[in-house]
């Protein structure tokens, strides 16, 4: 079989992992029976109101409900309430809503069910402290929390235990009605509790935990919030918790759904794909120094896969800026992936973001060929000096080869996709003769 | 069958790699039929002292020769005299050795065989400027160039074109006798003419291409030394060039060799191998968060190979000082994967420093088990806060988890291995039920 134009197949990769995680797509799919009773939606995060707009166009019957999504990125609903609040900082707005979603739930009985569309974002715009614990205060925990060297799962399991709204006890406002959870995932490990803090499903972690990891870093807590915890009223809802409903949850959209995606789309087209991993951290430049070695391992040993194939991964790298270039992590990690792989031939590959934006503009990613560096030689570009200024976009766009998609309403993350068609060839023979 | 025990296996893995690299066992079985003539020896770089004595050990007949080594790297040879010289910034000591090694090699018969014992190190070992361009010139094209942004191709193709001996021209004063290169690598893609910047082997690049990366990054030569690359005085020796003698050139070690060596082990042990790469560079601690999401990939979704299993990769890593400890790449890499894997169960990995020695200390690398940071907390040392201050070797030290060698007499650059004996499970299940 001949294999396709390269670009070409990298591009219908993206759209396919794209495609994935529409909630216009994925959210009809996996939406429930009408129950016996009223259908109320909730929900809250970045790609909440789209998934709400998904669910109004495809449910046949009555249905009601409030969703609290970005700034600017509400979508028109007829039935259900869009309202917008502050992330990645919460806001007042994002406070009120979590009452009234409190307040919504009320009331129902078990012939109902609740619909919740959860997405990434969902943390900071569904924020409802405890008492004795202000704005500032949450605020001034949220600097601590980052300068203290805790992992997101720390950070996570803190905030979860200082929430009127989170770990559960939305879901418990909802009994007796039934909850079923759509979850559109972000996060490393799609662990449900990490995904805006899991205010419908049950939380495994305890206020002990988080006391832990406060004493473990040495942060202060204001003196009522310690009470909170340190009494047990801040403790989330466990599984198996009477005051809990039945509830529901499904995955609707995963980064690994996404990569699996752009795999049947490698697989149609002869290439074999090789999913790395669905949670790939790190500094972006580095990150791809390591995929390019092991891209170099497929083209030149036939390790761990031959080529043709694809390496696929997803995750969210990390940009330390030092210059002042327009940059993204996605085209910052395809830069630095040009400059290792340094012009190697049948090695091309495509970095995006599957929101559409890459950084501050409305550009998704970029694509690489093995004439890249080349091509930017002789326009002038240099592509080092572009790496250290942070200007991935500034040097992939003037090569003509941004890739663009427009806002994609969703969001699971980077995408990479690495395709190798070189024949691995004689490079490890054991003799070379003159 | 019953997996062995993880951290006896990784140790296993990484003593086999070793040996596959070790000059007593790799050398005897390249030796050459004896010559009709005289059999020279001649060679360069930190293991080519050990060579020369494995050659010495296994030789039928007559020889004799000339090895220049780093300084602390020579080993006791009875017949082949072994020099030491400066390593990475040359001396006198290493442009002494290299006249005597091109006086040496004259004279010769087409009955006679140079035998080269070539190994990493070797280019500022065997140095010899061009007329014009004397010792501190040198240093400061070697700043010059490291500033520059070039990449080690392009310094190594600047500075073939200004030696009297790399770049095939020690080859070329070996004819009429044949020439047989054993060559023990350390470099990314394991081409000769990278290794000791090819003193016996051709180059295809050309002192046009040394003036293009000077024009390219804008570096000042003295006059002299520029007239002798504009003249084609400087130009490298190409295959086919009829000054040239008969050559064949042999890797007797390679990274690829080890970790191929390191996955047989595996295998009998009934983990599959997979090898990543042989030549992964970037930032430790990044490049650890990358093989951690392709180690979780592995544990929780059985991609890109199922457990059990290995991940294997050799190349040679970076660490930006930021802290006081003691440290190296490969505890640092392997810190930094163990907070990366947050104690994830069924996954154990070993880092190490082939030739033994990691960063400045004779201790070549470490364990990581699934209960590190544990015990490291229960000590009251912090995982996170020791990678700060760059203390791999302090944080493994104090849990008794390094890994001592001793000195081995050779350098295969990096190995990082990582087991995963984990059961996929059902992470990746669509639907969970409260």
Known sequence: MKTPDPRTLLRAMFDAAI?????????????????????????????????????????????????????????????????????????????AA??????????????????????GGGSSLLTLPPPGLGLADKQALNRALLASGASIGEMNCVRR??????????????????VLNLLLSDVPGDDPIDIASGPTVPDPSTCADALDILRRYGIELPTQARAWLESGEGESLKAGDPRLPEI?????ATPQMALEAAAAVARDA???????????????????????GIALQVARRGQPVPPPCVLLSGGETTV???????????????????????????????????????????????LLAPDTLARAWAQGLQPRARLDDNDGHGFFEALGDSVVTGPTLTNVNDFRAIVITADPGGADGATQRN
């Open 320 to 366: 330390t800026l030092r210059g002042k270039g327009r940059g993204g992590r996605n085209v910052e990690f395809l830069l630095s992936l040009g400059i290792a792989l340094d012009g190697e031939p049948g090695i091309h590959a495509l970095a995006g973001d599957t929101d559409g934006v890459d950084g501050q503009e409305e550009i998704a990613g970029a």
């Open 248 to 252: 529901d949850t499904r995955f609707i």
């Open 270 to 292: 002869g290439l074999k794909p090789c999913i790395l991993g669905d949670a790939i951290e790190g500094e972006a430049r580095d990150v791809a120094k390591t995929l390019a």
């Open 161 to 178: 235990h200082l929430s009127l709204i989170k770990g559960g006890r939305l879901a418990a406002a909802c009994k007796p009605a039934r």
């Open 98 to 119: 979590a009452r009234r979603m409190l307040a919504l739930v009320q009331g129902l009985t078990p012939d109902d069910l609740v619909l919740c569309l959860i997405s």
């Open 19 to 95: 495609a994935a995680a529409q909630p216009a797509l994925c959210v009809p799919r996996h939406l429930p029976q009408p129950p016996n009773g009223r259908l109320v939606v909730v929900g809250a995060g970045k790609a909440s109101a789209a998934m709400a707009r998904a669910v109004e166009a495809h449910w046949p019957g009555a249905l009601s409900g409030l969703v609290v999504t970005r700034y600017g990125y509400a979508v028109p609903c007829e039935r259900i309430e869009i309202v917008e609040a502050a992330h990645p900082v919460p806001d007042a707005a994002g406070e």
